[in-house]
């Protein structure tokens, strides 16, 4: 991965069948996100930091085929949403 990622993860409840997890990328400043087209029901709301950043993880390796080696987030609302970068360096 030569750039980091970067984008936010966000708890969903407007599904009408089952709540659960979108995430979208952000491009240039300029730009919107984008969403991905896969919406995870497998984790709970509730998840572990662990299971947030594995999930990131997870879910870039289904859009990019790469799967990064460091996810760091951020939970910036109680809905949950999580900012995150995701990069193939360790933490710094």
């Given at each position: 991965?030569?750039?980091?990622?970067?984008?936010?993860?966000?708890w969903?409840?407007?599904?009408?069948?089952?709540?659960?997890?979108l995430?979208?990328?952000?491009?240039?400043?300029?730009?919107?996100?984008?969403?991905?087209?896969?919406?995870?029901?497998?984790?709970?709301?509730?998840?572990?930091?662990?299971?947030?950043?594995?999930?990131?993880?997870?879910?870039?390796?289904?859009?990019?085929?790469?799967?990064?080696?460091?996810?760091q987030?951020?939970?910036?609302?109680?809905?949950?949403?999580?900012?995150?970068?995701?990069?193939?360096?360790?933490?710094?």
């Amino acid at each position: 991965m030569e750039h980091p990622m970067r984008g936010r993860l966000r708890w969903d409840t407007t599904k009408a069948a089952q709540p659960g997890w979108l995430l979208f990328l952000a491009g240039q400043p300029s730009d919107a996100s984008t969403m991905l087209p896969g919406f995870e029901t497998s984790l709970p709301r509730n998840a572990s930091h662990a299971e947030i950043a594995r999930l990131i993880g997870e879910m870039l390796h289904r859009e990019t085929g790469h799967r990064p080696q460091h996810v760091q987030f951020t939970q910036i609302k109680a809905g949950p949403v999580y900012y995150f970068v995701a990069t193939d360096e360790g933490p710094a």
